[in-house]
């Protein structure tokens, strides 16, 4: 029998994505809810027919959309579970998902951690630091939250353990290489954003993840431009990305000297403006 899990999907001009998604999921959880920011194609009426609840919202920031649907959904479910539309449950990790919250229904467990792989150019990645790619995407109702930033953003738990699925589950992203360098062209918009206001303005950091504490105190004390390059050396060479081939190689060097170095190009330009102006 499906868990007592509500789904909350957030979605825009998804419609190649929203139904697989859908179905990875509609055996596993009681409710689905589609959070979609006006989309432009077909999405609503694909999720629709699917069997989802379908509320529009104005996009502003993935978390402060996540918060929303949280809020206006009035969810009585014991679990809450985020998944995106190009994530997808295998049959083997929503049989467990669905196993783990009905058994831990009553007891102190508060978060389960998802296991994803990711493809990149049409490979699987199993090196270079992302594989698996975890992430606590499942919490019981009440007991967790989504740290306030505008990229990169994690739920976290206010109490109670959290456990971690065996079986993996699938992240297809990867649309093309104009549609990612587009996508991450955003990104390092907002993850500058997050730098200006989270590790120059005195924003509290206590109650964020141990991802964006090893930001805040470690990766951007580190100076900027080499920390790309220590970032690079990291994934391919450390974490053996190598081993993944001429795709590994590329996702690595994109990640690093691409993405990661065009957020500290966005930080070095912000702050010659500051300088500017004085």
Request: proline share 1%; charged share 30%.
């Amino acid at each position: 029998m499906a868990a007592d899990i509500t789904a909350i999907i957030l979605t825009k001009d998804e419609e190649i994505n929203i139904a697989d998604c859908i179905k990875s999921i509609v055996t596993t959880v009681k409710r689905i809810i589609v959070i979609d920011s006006y989309s432009s194609d077909h999405t609503v009426e694909i999720a629709e027919e699917c069997g989802a609840e379908v509320i529009q919202h104005r996009f502003v920031t993935h978390a402060k959309q996540f918060k929303y649907a949280v809020e206006a959904s009035n969810i009585s479910t014991t679990w809450i579970l985020r998944i995106d539309a190009d994530e997808r449950l295998t049959p083997e990790s929503a049989l467990e998902l669905e196993l783990t919250c009905n058994e831990n229904e009553k007891t102190d467990v508060t978060g389960v951690i998802v296991r994803f792989k990711k493809n990149f150019l049409g490979k699987d990645l199993y090196h270079g630091g992302v594989y698996p790619w975890k992430k606590m995407v499942c919490y019981k109702t009440g007991k967790g939250d989504i740290e306030n930033r505008e990229m990169d953003e994690h739920i976290i738990v206010s109490e109670g353990k959290v456990v971690e699925l065996k079986n993996d589950s699938l992240h297809l992203d990867f649309k093309s290489l104009e549609v990612w360098t587009s996508k991450h062209n955003w990104y390092s918009t907002k993850e500058a954003s997050d730098y200006e206001k989270e590790y120059t303005e005195g924003d509290s950091i206590e109650q964020r993840s141990l991802k964006t504490l090893f930001k805040a105190k470690i990766y951007y004390k580190l100076p900027i431009g080499t920390r790309a390059h220590l970032y690079y050396l990291y994934r391919y060479y450390f974490k053996m990305g190598f081993l993944d081939g001429r795709e590994g190689q590329i996702y690595a060097f994109l990640q690093a000297y691409w993405y990661r170095y065009l957020v500290d190009a966005k930080i070095y330009e912000k702050t010659k403006s500051i300088e500017g102006q004085k």
